[in-house]
């Protein structure tokens, strides 16, 4: 699995936005988001073909946030593009 840079800005994007507020909090979604990122190897773990982001995939990591990734299904290679907020307009 490939965590591209733009995906690990995004996380730490999240992460300094929701500290403002709640530090733990902050740092426990991001944990809560790579993990599931993590979970990804297991082919048996739900994700969906994206309808907004053209040959990717997606997966719902939180209420809010959504991961966008590509999936080469012939030998299985995972890169995760970006972690995005529901209400964003992504891609621009």
């Known amino acids: 699995m490939v965590r591209r840079p733009e995906y690990l800005e ?5 992460e300094a936005w ?3 507020d709640n530090a733990a909090a902050a ?6 988001i ?3 990122v993590d979970r990804l190897t297991d082919p048996n773990f739900p994700r969906r073909i994206s309808s907004r982001v053209a040959g990717a995939h997606e997966l719902v990591v939180h209420e809010n946030y959504i991961v966008y990734f590509d999936q080469d299904e012939r030998d299985c290679t995972l890169i995760v593009r970006a ?3 529901v209400a964003r307009q992504f891609p621009a």
């Open 27 to 32: 740092i426990d979604l991001w944990l809560l």
């Open 18 to 20: 929701i500290a403002r």
């Open 34 to 36: 790579d993990e599931q």
């Open 10 to 14: 995004d996380l730490d994007a999240i």
């Open 83 to 85: 972690v995005v907020h």
